[in-house]
């Protein structure tokens, strides 16, 4: 199983990472560079992490795990009015974002109050294109028990809840962290951040024990190895202009190219010896017109 790392440090001499990752059968999932400062996404095999805490410690660097890396989750709020919409979502989705999740905001057309409370079909096959969906939700205790659960009830996707109340969970949710509901400015007390990191760290147990599951019946090949070869025989991919072109998911990829335009070429990706289009399943995204990669499950080619 790959565990997945936040290094921070300096530029220099940072190769020595890379190489080690080359040599084990680890992956660098995402670059950023400021100056001589370096941020980089790891991913390394669970019995080589040892290995790279001594390489990081001579490099004075800092590494972290981040169970949220390669992770895509929806930030889903009952609407897109300022009422909803603004400082809860934005601020748990950036919470979400520095321990490494890519995060969408989504507003729904009739997340409001009790009577008309909904998610419609596409609006629930949008979400279920995530690993996670993360609804910042209100103030009022009765309305969050009785009624929200309305809009992720039918959901195949974990959910986590954020609302005011202090409550013990939420029905349909798999994890409630309450004191979020609707503040009208920026989260800045520490009381707040801590809050905040608290979706974040209930997050990366869901997607743990997700990961978990998937090694009960692994995927043909892991979607971190899809991702490196599309970069490498479709260069286009790399270039889109949208942070993280080639998204990588829990299983499976977002690829932020036109469907009609590049389909065809991504289904020819030969990943291991096989034809990507005979080891997943490749749609059009209801985001953008993006498109979307499922890796299949190795017990369908027994």
Known sequence: MLKYLLFEGGLYRHEMIIEYLEDVGGFVVQKNVAG???????????????GLQLIVQELKGKLTVAPLIGIEVAVVAPTLSRHHLPHPSCDVAENLRRHGAKTNIIGLARGVGQKIVHSSPKEREL?????IAVFTLGNFEHCLSNFKPLLFKELAIPVIVTGGPFLEGIPGAQGYVGGIGRYPERARTGDMIDKLRSVSELAGKVVDERRRELDLDPLVVDPIVVKEEVERQIPESKEALSPNPVTLKIDGLRIKLPFDDYRERVAAVVVEGRKLSDVATIKKSLMRNYILVKML???MFQ
């Open 127 to 131: 979400l279920e294109e995530h690993d």
């Open 36 to 50: 001589l400062d370096l941020i980089m996404n790891l991913a390394v095999p669970e019995e080589e992490l040892s």
């Open 297 to 299: 499950p190795e017990s």
